[in-house]
């Protein structure tokens, strides 16, 4: 994106106070105008006072009168300026936020939460900065170019070729430095985004960098990237240190050849002295000007590269999105059906090959296999996180690309091995069920997800706050927190990832009670690991290596002796735990 469209777009995201931006645009090219208007009073006054000072007091009336009424213009304007400035920037964080989020996993995958927290706040805040300087100063500067050339011809043209020569120096002087710096440039802002990313990174995992030791290392590194920072930025910032000298060393000699072409020019009587005097008067305004115009472009080079980041997130499409006339399910009986469904991750080596089958409404489907065998892939093509690259995936004889996402994600609940946590009360993280949910609602979710004995010892019960993921709570309080908000979400479908591993008997037998209640009577998926699911399920879907390798109850996949029975005889699933009481 070229500066001039960058720039244009920038303002361009003040369309939605398009008359207020304009009104305040306007005024202030009007202050401006009232600027020029003070000095010219100001002579008025001293004429008067020199020639007849009875007009003198009126004089100065007025005089006071247009500065006064300039500095109430003003102070109106700059308020309303900064509040509309301010207005649009949290509404650029919200449309930003808004896009971002609802990008598919494959997006988050790319670019990390440290990257994207940086480009969401560094673009934000270089659309205000140049926001307030449009109001400020681009068209202000840019209009007095615009009429001071031509008025320079007018007083004198010769010497205004002198000023259009220096124009033109400006001009090819900042297109050779943003020719030369560019690359350079966008390479200093990725090592930036590579900081913030190496950063929440580590913020994100601190304990286990704590526990490795690796806080140095760490840092070491991160010092790494930034002396790699400086190195990059330093020959840029050489290279806009020079062309600033340049522009000065270029209007220095331009100011000098005023006064030489006019010392000629008053030699064969064409310029008086004073004519001399008021066109370097002139010229020096004009320079002024010039040199606000080459600050804006220095500003605008320097604030691009993290603009363009900002809006190459805004354009990116979500592969996965609602199609025009998707249709909005209501709440499903609950079949799922996949028919000959492949997918992958990479095209070159797909995760999932042609998988069919089908779960009723209200049966408990349970899948197994070797670690990587496709599980968690087989079920995220339900709830969209990715769609497949052949076949379909259908709910009550609905291709789940047909409806709106939001539709398809209401009907169904997830518990994943991770639940997600988020830094909020228990209570609000219990409310991402549903957001509605009445305190009765939510004390028998509570119950019925055996949460209740551990939330009321937390010293704040419900209000209590979770640390950033959970930390501050136990891996099994952890799940019943996540069964308690799918049993508050009540969907139809439920998607469970069986947690064991971290758990202690009584815990996980807990745990096993509440998943019970909470998928009676939804079809549920579950990413079996307990003895008790295998042999309970309706449907038990043996994956390996992306295959559907086997299906059917446990009794007729063990008679099979395939690679079920082998690895039920290898101990692969976890016994049963007995409850016992918290
Ligand atoms: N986001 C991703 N990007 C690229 N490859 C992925 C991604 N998620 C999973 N994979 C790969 O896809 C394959 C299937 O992974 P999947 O998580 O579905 O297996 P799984 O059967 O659920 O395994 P586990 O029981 O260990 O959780 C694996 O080879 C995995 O490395």
């Known amino acids: 994106m070229s500066f001039l469209r960058l720039y244009l777009r920038v303002i361009a995201l003040l369309a939605p106070e398009q008359r207020l931006a304009t009104t305040l645009a306007l005024a202030n090219l009007a202050l401006a105008g009232v600027f020029f208007l003070e000095p010219l009073l100001f002579g008025k006054v001293v004429d008067a006072l020199a020639g007849s000072p009875g007009k003198a007091p009126r004089l100065i009336a007025l005089w006071a009168g247009v500065g006064f009424a300039g500095v109430l213009a003003n102070v109106w304007v700059s308020l309303h300026a900064d509040r509309l400035a301010h207005r649009r920037r949290l509404a650029a964080i919200a449309v930003f936020f808004e896009h971002a989020a609802s990008m598919p996993l494959s997006f988050h995958g790319e670019y990390h939460t440290g990257r994207l927290s940086r480009i969401m706040n560094v673009g934000v805040g270089n659309l205000f900065n140049l926001w307030l300087s449009f109001f400020r100063e681009h068209l202000a500067t840019l209009l007095s170019i615009l009429v001071m050339v031509p008025v320079a011809l007018w007083l004198n043209w010769k010497l205004a070729l002198l000023m259009i020569a220096l124009l033109l120096c400006f001009s090819v002087f900042n297109a050779v430095a943003v020719q030369r710096t560019h690359k350079a440039q966008g390479e200093v802002e990725e090592l930036h985004h590579e900081i913030a990313t190496r950063a929440g990174d580590v913020f994100g995992n601190v304990t286990v960098v704590q526990s490795f030791t690796r806080l140095a290392a760490e840092s070491r590194a991160l010092r790494e990237m930034m002396t790699r920072t400086l190195d990059a930025q330093y020959p840029v910032l050489r290279g806009w240190a020079i062309l600033s000298v340049l522009n000065r060393a270029a209007s220095t000699l331009t100011i000098v050849a005023i006064f030489a072409v006019g010392a000629t020019l008053h030699a064969r009587g064409e310029i008086s002295v004073g004519g001399i005097v008021s066109f370097v008067g002139f010229s020096m305004l004009l320079i002024g000007r010039l040199e606000q115009f080459a600050t804006f472009l220095s500003n605008l080079f ?281």
């Open 302 to 582: 320097f604030q691009s590269q993290s603009l363009r980041d900002f809006f190459t997130v805004l354009d990116r499409k979500p592969e996965i999105e609602d199609r025009p006339g998707a249709i909005v399910l209501p709440r499903l009986r609950g079949e799922v059906v996949f028919e000959q469904v492949s997918f992958g991750y990479d095209p070159v080596q797909p995760a999932l090959h042609d998988l069919s089958f089908r779960a009723e409404p209200g049966s408990t489907i349970a899948l197994v296999g070797p670690t990587g065998a496709g599980k968690s892939t087989a079920l995220s093509l339900l709830y969209r996180a990715y769609d497949p690259s052949a076949g379909r995936v259908t709910v009550d004889d609905h291709d789940v690309r047909e409806v709106t996402l939001e539709s398809l994600r209401q009907n169904i609940g997830v518990v994943f091995q991770d639940p997600g946590m988020f830094y909020r009360s228990i209570l609000d993280n219990l409310r991402i069920g549903k957001p509605d949910a009445d305190l009765t609602e939510i004390e028998k979710a509570v119950a019925s997800a055996e949460a209740a004995a551990f939330i009321a010892r937390k010293p704040e019960g419900l209000e209590t706050m979770v640390a950033e993921r959970g930390r501050s709570l136990s891996g099994g309080e952890r799940q019943r927190l996540a069964i308690a908000r799918a049993m508050l979400k009540d969907a139809p479908i439920l998607i469970l990832d069986e947690a064991t591993s971290a758990l202690d008997n009584a815990t996980e037998a807990r745990i096993q009670r509440a998943l019970d209640r909470l998928t009676e009577g939804r079809t549920t998926f579950v990413i079996a690991h307990r003895l008790s699911t295998v042999r309970h399920a309706d449907l038990i879907l043996v994956l390996d290596q992306g295959r559907l390798v086997e299906q059917g109850k446990f009794d007729e996949l063990i008679a099979e002796g395939g690679l079920f029975a082998r690895l039920a005889e290898d101990g692969k699933f976890a016994p049963d735990a007995e409850v016992t009481e918290e």
